[in-house]
């Protein structure tokens, strides 16, 4: 079954760096988009960054533009988003995610806070 296991959360200062990755497993990872999703408390689950098959193309939301740089390792089934120039509006839980046959599948999500 598909499996999806984030790592790399914890606490950042303003201005400061995380690196989150995802190991995937279950399913052939180097046929499918990986994509990194947030949900702050309170608000709803948004896209962060995707990357398709080969690496060759990426996509950020606005908000975190020229900040987060999403990469993948069709090797090693991982998927990372580099994070830098954090603020507080980064703090949330954010989750690896596949599309599927139709279907989302979710890692089980790692918080990621930024604060003084």
């Given at each position: 079954q598909v499996q999806l296991v984030e790592s790399g959360g914890g606490l950042a200062q303003p201005g400061g760096s995380l690196r989150l990755s995802c190991a995937a497993s279950g399913f052939t990872f180097s046929l499918y988009t990986m994509n990194w999703y947030r949900q702050a408390p309170g608000k709803e689950r948004e896209l962060v960054a995707g990357i398709t098959r080969t690496g060759r193309t990426t996509n950020y939301a606005d908000s975190v533009k020229g900040r987060f740089t999403i990469s993948r390792d069709n090797a090693k089934r991982t998927v990372d988003l580099q994070m830098n120039s954090l603020n507080p509006e980064d703090t949330a839980v954010?989750?690896?995610?596949?599309?599927?046959?139709?279907?989302?599948?979710?890692?089980?999500?790692?918080?990621?806070?930024v604060s003084s």
């Open positions: 954010y989750y690896c995610n596949v599309r599927r046959d139709y279907n989302d599948y979710w890692g089980q999500g790692t918080q990621v806070t």
